[in-house]
């Protein structure tokens, strides 16, 4: 059984950083391609980050582009979202997501097969 377990949400002011974290298990990692995605009230899910099974070939939202960074480890089977001068505009459930390889990097959600339970984000101002 797959599980996708996101972490690191929380309050934080505007300019402030956070980094989340999502820890899979029950799948083979490495033969994965992630995505974070985040969904605001009232408003479909949208399209964060999103990196490649090897991590070495990431793509951003336009309006993160610049202050966010997606990494993985492999070895420890987790992916993670550096948050950097976070904004009202930023405040979501964020979730993380896996796609198998065989397909490119994609960025619409409906290309993405297991997803965490989400985890929040406020951006105080």
């Known amino acids: 059984q797959v599980q996708l377990v996101e972490s690191g949400g929380g309050l934080v002011q505007v300019g402030g950083s956070l980094r989340l974290s999502c820890a899979a298990s029950?799948?083979?990692?490495?033969?994965?391609?992630m995505g974070w995605f985040r969904q605001a009230p009232g408003k479909e899910r949208e399209f964060v980050s999103n990196?490649?099974?090897?991590?070495?070939?990431?793509y951003y939202a336009d309006s993160v582009k610049g202050r966010f960074a997606i990494s993985r480890d492999n070895a420890k089977n987790t992916v993670y979202l550096q948050m950097n001068s976070l904004r009202p505009e930023d405040t979501a459930v964020y979730y993380c997501a896996a796609r198998y390889w065989n397909g490119g990097l994609r960025r619409d959600a409906a290309d993405y097969h297991d997803w965490g339970q989400g985890t929040q984000v406020t951006v105080s101002s």
């Open positions: 029950g799948l083979t990692f490495s033969e994965h391609h």
């Open positions: 990196i490649n099974w090897r991590g070495d070939i990431s």
